[in-house]
């Protein structure tokens, strides 16, 4: 297959790309902005890949998209360009209907005149995959049952009501113009290369420097926790063998509240750095007031894709949280680009080099 990812240098994104490049016979076409969360050296591990090329493109420009799907002439599309920070959300919501939502119907709309002049072979094979979030159903009771593919939406932030309002579209497309159209719904992930604003990686990198570790309010808020390795798998299974209108959610099948994760961390980080003068690292923590709105508790139940593709996550909390520590203690390099804004100085050169023909 030739699959069209856009966001494909974001967190998730560049993840499901090392997946298919590096696990598959597919080839990708990244369509990636490169806003400050778009980082091409994350691509690092398959950037010599013939079966990869890169189009700097926001996909709000209708023309661009409609000539990057005349070039390609994609078999799918997984669709992962997103503004995706709730914190950044209510500080500066525009950025995020702009994206979210009118980058998702432009997108739509050139995927549906592509797909329109395939021919009948073309039309049946093709895909259009919407990845969100498990944010768009708002948040539970301690001892509520887990979000399913059926749970009604009810987001709190403007990240997630963009994203709600992103799902609602694709499935308007799908219903209206019987665009062949998949979507799943996701848990917090996370794992290497993630971008330092978030919580994990965040508290690795302020720990290691003996900087406060930020914990909002008293930490009990629960999150499921899903290694992004796991859910790239995931994504790849979905975009090829998944049924058309169907929704998927992928969890990983750990409930944490956020405290317990930064203790966990500050744990690993005591026994990988037992001589850091910032040992114990747990007495870095701070607590800070709440951000408004905050989601108590998001649980997944992922038992649909378990039962019909046989998915289930590989990596454990346990696991995937120590080889992720062990990643940012690996990787200072990249770290520190990211941390300085070496990496956006550098992004024209990076991009202009990285940009090739797919070939095959």
Known sequence: ??????????????????????????RVINVDKLTYAGNLESLAPVSG???CAFEQVDICDRPAMDRIFARYQPDAVMHLAAESHVDRSIDGPAAFIRTNI???????????DYWINLDADGKNTFRFHHISTDEVFGDLEDTGDPFTEKTPYAPSSPYSASKAAADHLVRAWQRTYALPALITNCSNNYGPYHFPEKMIPLMILNAIEGKPLPVYGNGDQVRDWLYVEDHARALHMVVTRGIIGETYNIGGHNEKKNI???????????EFLPDSPFTPHASLITHVVDRPGHDRRYAIDASKIQREMGWEPIES??????????????NPDWCRRVQDGTYQRERLG?????KETLTG
């Open 49 to 51: 890949s013939e079966r």
């Open 350 to 354: 990076m991009s202009a080099g990285a």
């Open 1 to 26: 297959m030739k699959i069209l990812i856009t966001g494909g240098a974001g967190f998730i994104g560049s993840a499901v790309i090392r997946h298919i490049i590096g696990n598959t016979r597919d």
């Open 260 to 270: 317990d994760v930064v203790h966990a961390l500050c744990r690993l980080l005591d």
């Open 317 to 330: 909390f346990e696991t995937g949280i120590r080889k992720t520590v062990r990643w940012y203690l690996d």
């Open 102 to 112: 009118t980058g998702t119907y432009t997108l739509l709309e050139a995927a549906r």
